[in-house]
Each structure stands twice: as C-alpha cells, then as structure tokens.
C-alpha cells in the first residue's frame, strides 16, 4: 500500500542539475517539474491572502528512510508555501490506539486543517481503521470512504453545491493528490477530455480507480486495464489518452501506442543500472524511449507526475483552510 508520498520527486536541485534536467526534456515532454512550481507558487500567494496559515499534520511511523525522506520533502514544501507543518513520530512499535488517540486530538485542532498518515504501517496496525479515523474534511490524502464515495458518485452535486470538475481546485472535498496531479498535468498541457477515448493501465484505490473516475467526470470515455485484461496491447492502441499506474517497469512499448496519443506515466520504478552512480536509475512504467516516438505528449520519469503529488498535497490542505475559516465566517 502507499500513499501520495509514492509519487514523490524532489522538487529542488542545484542550477546545475536543473540544466542538466531541462537539456533532457524533450519537447514532446510534460514538464512535471515547471508546472508544480506554478502551482507551489499560486498557493503561496493564497497563503498569504489568509488570516491565519494551513496546518498540515504527518504522522510517521517506523524508520523506513523512503518514508523518512518523503516527510521532509512535504516539510520543505510546507515551508516554502507558507503552511505551518506538524510532524508526529513514532517508534515501529506503536500500538493502534495510540495512534487513533493522536488522530482524535488532531481531529479537534483547530490550526490542524489536514492530516497525513505516512503509508505503509506495520503490519499490526490495521490502516483502514487509521484512514477512517480521519475527519473527512482533514483527509487531504483523500483516501477517506467518504472522499471515494463522493469522486465515484456519477451525481453532478454534493448536497446543494453543483461540483465543476473542470476546476478541481473548486471541487468540494479532498481527491487523491496523485489521481489529481494527473488531471491537472492534462489541463495545463491544454490536452482535450471531452470525448476522447481514454485507457487507463492499473486498478489501484490509490492511483487507478481515482484518475477514472476523474476522467470520466470529465467526460472521456474510459476503459480501465488490468492484469486479466485480454489484448491489453490492443485496447491501449486505441486510446487517446493513456494513463500508467500498474508498478511494472516499461511494461508500455511503443506498439502499444497510437501516433499522437497522450501518455501519463505514474510509475516509479528501480532497474539495475551499473553505469549509474547509485547502480540503479529510475524508470516509469512506459518505455519512454520507445512511446516518446510516437505519443503527442508524454510525461517523463522523474519529473513528470511526481512532483505534482506535493503541490497536489499542498492544495488539498489549503482548500481545507479556506473551507474552514469560509464555515466560521458564517
């Protein structure tokens, strides 16, 4: 299981890397990257605007350096935009009670306007009970039933407010960050929904699932493969859109795509690779190499989806502030 830490990039690096970087992107690309910084820096100004800052709480659990280095990244962001962030660590032993204690006191605090549980937990912490445990209104993860059960209802309402999911920024509840940063990498590439044919690899609650729905809301027609999909290769091919959330490394090849599609790739993956200082490099789960070809536009591995989980996250909690101090002003 993850959250929206697995998604995550490092948003900073030194001029000389960002060169680096930026001589890699092809023009085909969707720059991840650059369109997280607009965002990051779009909140800092509505951050500013308020009376009083967002506060994002993160409980960590464990010493996994993974999860470690995804919470300093939310901090350092956090930071940067002007969110006041709260960090609770616990030891691996931690009982689920006392975890469920501190999300209760969370629950009730008032400069608390998001909450966070760094997944994976142990395995004798149950996480379904940690997630529901969790004020809807402060599940910026947006893994609350409550958070699913609105994405997947086909209704165009939540109670009297009509919901516009052009705007995802002004839909009224929390949607998963990844699922959202995808979307959101879509709108500002100006690459067209309504209509078109829409493949999405991978069944995930956490990645899979969400962006169909999101698609769907958007009026694409939407197929979802699996690992039971029969002619999967065909079925992509006629796709216009296509998103890739299965955690396979570079399962898409060019075949697979037709020319001038879309593609979104969310996985992040580690191959061997000697001639890489760390003996390894990361790769999506598209064979970018290969589908860059031939694709429209692509996101590439790093720098495409990853960075926009944070800035996704970021959004998430400063909605919530807004929803609140919107809600004592009445």
């Keep these: 299981a993850f959250s929206s830490t697995n998604y995550i990039l490092p948003f900073q690096s030194s001029p000389k890397n960002t060169r680096s970087f930026i001589q890699m992107i092809s023009s085909k690309d969707i720059d991840g990257k650059e369109i997280a910084a607009t965002i990051r820096g779009e909140m800092k100004k509505r951050v500013d605007s308020l009376r009083s800052p967002p506060g994002l709480a993160v409980i960590l659990v464990g010493s996994r350096r993974d999860s470690q280095t995804y919470v300093r990244m939310k901090k350092k962001a956090c930071e940067e935009v002007g969110i006041a962030s709260f960090g609770f660590d616990y030891p691996e032993t931690v009982t689920e009670d006392e975890l469920l204690q501190k999300i209760q006191e969370l629950n009730r605090d008032e400069k608390v306007h998001g909450i966070l549980v760094q997944l994976p937990l142990p395995k004798h912490i149950n996480e379904n009970n940690i997630i529901e445990a969790v004020y809807p209104s402060k599940d910026v993860d947006g893994l609350h039933p409550r958070n699913t059960a609105s994405l997947c209802s086909t209704g165009t309402h939540v ?81 216009d859109v296509v998103v890739a959330a299965v955690g396979r490394a570079e399962i898409v090849k060019k075949e697979w795509i037709k020319e001038g599609a879309i593609v979104v790739d969310v996985g992040i993956n580690s191959v061997d690779d000697p001639s890489a200082k760390r003996g390894y490099k990361l790769v999506g789960d598209v064979d970018y190499d290969g589908v860059k070809e031939v694709a429209g536009k692509i996101t590439p591995v790093p720098g495409g989806v990853g960075p926009m989980t944070i800035a996704m996250l970021l959004r998430n909690t400063v909605n919530s502030c807004v929803r609140s101090q919107a809600t004592k002003d009445l």
């Design 159 to 239: 109670g009297a407010e009509k919901v516009n999911w052009e705007d995802l920024s002004s839909v009224p509840f929390h949607i998963p960050c990844t699922p959202q940063g995808c979307i959101e990498l879509l709108d500002r590439s100006n690459v067209p929904l309504k209509g078109k044919n829409a493949v999405v690899i991978g069944r995930s609650n956490l990645v899979g699932l969400p962006v169909a729905m999101l698609l769907m809301h958007r009026d694409a027609t939407v197929t979802i493969v699996h690992s039971k999909t029969q002619n999967a290769p065909e079925i992509v091919s006629k796709a």
